[in-house]
């Protein structure tokens, strides 16, 4: 065999062994793929049936009621002053000073041994009680019953002034009791009403 031909027998053998080789390599070997981006797990939709926690709120502290005085206890206290060994003038005062003190009937019936031993010339224990609307309604009929039975000059004056309070419980039965002492309604003129109580004072007084 010639040398030329020799060459090219030793360069085929090497050319199919280096194909050979490189063929093995690539069918045991797995080619890298890129990774695949996951999918995001769905998230769970939020709960529409749960409601938000109510604010919390402190209770209230109860109310205390007003503990009413009975008749009974009520007559007690009353008895203690008309048994004292004070003066009549005295014993009004602490009549006066126990009804502001007492509700219900145990102040109705205090009012009324207030009104025995009141004098016209202490009436200043009375005529609070009588003008302020907000005193007991029954206290208040108490108190006006034992005003019409009072000197005149005295009358007048208490009388003015529950005619210009609309919401005194007596207001309707003193404008009775005026228009028949005037003789005529002067409505709502307070003026002319005033006018005529001081004409009458005056005529009171000759």
């Known amino acids: 065999m010639s040398t030329k031909k020799r060459l090219i027998f030793i360069g085929a053998g090497i050319f199919m062994v280096a194909a050979l080789y490189i063929g093995w390599q690539y069918a045991g070997s797995?080619?890298?793929?890129?990774?695949?981006?996951?999918?995001?797990?769905?998230?769970?939709?939020p709960r529409t049936d749960i409601q938000p926690l109510a604010p919390k709120v402190t209770p209230a502290m109860p109310g205390i009621a007003t503990q009413l005085?009975?008749?009974?206890?009520?007559?007690?206290?009353?008895?203690?002053?008309?048994?004292?060994?004070?003066?009549?003038?005295?014993?009004?005062?602490?009549?006066?000073?126990?009804?502001?003190?007492?509700?219900?009937?145990?102040?109705?019936?205090?009012?009324?041994?207030?009104?025995?031993?009141?004098?016209?010339?202490?009436?200043?224990?009375i005529s609070g009680f009588l003008v302020d609307p907000k005193t007991n309604p029954e206290v208040i009929e108490v108190l006006f019953s034992d005003l019409m039975n009072r000197d005149r000059a005295l009358q007048i004056p208490l009388f003015l002034n529950i005619l210009k309070n609309p919401q005194h419980p007596q207001n309707e039965e003193v404008r009775n009791v005026m228009t028949i002492l005037a003789g005529e309604d002067f409505e709502n003129n307070y003026a002319a009403w005033d006018q005529w109580g001081a004409d009458e004072l005056k005529s009171l007084r000759e």
């Open 69 to 125: 005085t009975t008749a009974e206890e009520g007559d007690v206290l009353i008895d203690d002053i008309l048994r004292s060994d004070k003066e009549i003038p005295a014993m009004a005062q602490d009549l006066h000073n126990l009804v502001k003190t007492l509700n219900g009937e145990a102040q109705v019936n205090a009012s009324r041994h207030l009104v025995n031993l009141t004098s016209d010339e202490d009436y200043n224990l």
């Open 30 to 45: 797995t080619p890298e793929l890129p990774p695949v981006a996951s999918k995001p797990k769905d998230q769970p939709a």
